[in-house]
């Protein structure tokens, strides 16, 4: 027996949870966490890479390549926690788990087109955003993540 006591202002008493009793997350949801989780290990691999290129292959505007380094090391950041709070069925992951696929589909987008188009980059971003959207939408998510 496990006794949770929460100090949040929409649940003001003592709980009492039973091992049996406790409601098991859905399969989606944790779908949901491993994919996200793997975005953010995708973005921390992303700064290490980019990290080495500062000093391996120095551009043509290091304050540029600095900032750009710092952008992904803060997504990948941002993912980590969207994946602790998805983990404990936070109800804002939901939007922050939406914000973060549709900038990453326009990033893919982006890898279609252009001078340099890269659609093997583009398909490996798109893939599993779209995926993302599809879990993040889907009924026993958003049930689990409003408490509804």
Known sequence: MVFVVSYLPRINRYEILDAATRHPRPALLVALS??????AVAFVAVTVFLIVEIFAAPADSVASAIALTVVVAIAAVWLAAIVRGLWHSQPWTRGATIVVQVLL???????????????????????????ALVLVLSKPVQRELTGV
């Open 34 to 39: 491993a994919l996200i989780a793997l975005e």
């Open 105 to 131: 589909i326009a990033i893919a987008v982006g890898s279609f087109q252009g001078i340099g188009p890269r659609p093997d980059i583009g398909w490996l971003i798109l893939a599993p955003a779209i995926v």
